[in-house]
């Protein structure tokens, strides 16, 4: 028996929460990548997800999609604790992209968007060897929507390229349409302009918004700050694995101990304070020295 559920998720309340994510701590090992970290996304926000290299954002995606379990914590989707298996996760509607580019270069944009809908069909063995009406019906209906994804992204000429031949920027996109072909309720990007041009991150940030428009809750990882500020309604912070701050753009872009974060300078009770300040105290020692030396005029 062939089925196709091929609706597309139905958008929550606004105000819903779409994600809760409470008390997250993953550890490595001694080394606690993400520690306490509560992040919430409501129906109809993008919200970002920022903070210095080694972080823990992509950890943390890891941990919200069952790629890893969490050491500590929970993570619910619209109020249901998500399974720990990534391929649950997606069923249940959230989907991800990732950091580094994973679309089947050997296939065509539009296989590689039919490979995202497999959560969303249940072809039987039979069904799919015998060939009959239910399966064909429901391979028809897959393409359908996935053309509709393709369209909405831009692609639709290139269903039938190679994916390994598209620009870079496009094969972001195509990305993008595959985690939407899951018909998910929220949608996490990794990264989502790295690499591109400003044209092509302008094009990303429109593309977002759309999806936004369409019902689908996004949280984004990005390190492109105006791309961030100009999208998110809210963003948070993580540094060292905790979460510094977190509110609308103005108040996040004019906190110091974001910026504090962002130049490597310490920020009150951060630690290596007290290695700083040792350091600082040497060198201020080692200055005194030298200008007590003599000969010293003689060398200006
Ligand atoms: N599987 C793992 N095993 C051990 N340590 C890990 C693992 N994954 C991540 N880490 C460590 O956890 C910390 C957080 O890494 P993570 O990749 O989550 O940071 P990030 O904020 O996403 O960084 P970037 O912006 O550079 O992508 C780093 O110290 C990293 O080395």
Known sequence: MTTDTTTTAAPAPTGEKVLEARGVTMRFGGLT???????????????????????????????L??????????????????????????AAGVARTFQNIRLFANMTVL??????????????????????????????TSRERAMELLEFIGLEKKADHLARNLPYGEQRKLEIARALASEPGL?????????????????????????????????????????????????????????????????????????????GEPFENAPGDEEVAEVEAAEAKAETTTDAAPGKENDR
């Open 111 to 140: 296989e590689n968007v039919l490979v995202g809908r497999h959560t969303r069909t249940k072809e039987g063995f039979w069904s799919a060897v015998l060939r009959g009406p239910g399966f064909h019906k429901a391979e028809a």
């Open 187 to 263: 949608l996490l990007l990794d990264e989502p302009t790295a690499g591109m041009n400003p044209q092509e991150t302008r094009a990303t940030e429109e593309l977002v918004f759309a999806i936004r428009d369409k019902g689908i809750a996004v949280l984004v990882i990005e390190h492109d700050m105006r791309f961030i500020f100009n999208l998110c309604d809210r963003v948070a912070v993580l540094v060292q694995g905790e979460k510094l701050v977190e509110g609308d753009s103005a108040t996040v872009q004019g906190d110091e101990r974001v910026v504090a974060a962002y130049l």
């Open 33 to 63: 990548a993400v520690r306490n970290v509560d992040l919430h996304v409501n129906a109809g926000e993008i919200v970002g997800l920022i903070g210095p290299n080694g972080a823990g954002k992509t950890t943390f995606f890891n941990c």
């Open 65 to 90: 999609t069952g790629l890893y379990i969490p050491t500590e914590g929970e993570v619910r989707y619209k109020g249901t604790v998500l399974p720990p298996k990534s391929f649950k996760v997606t």
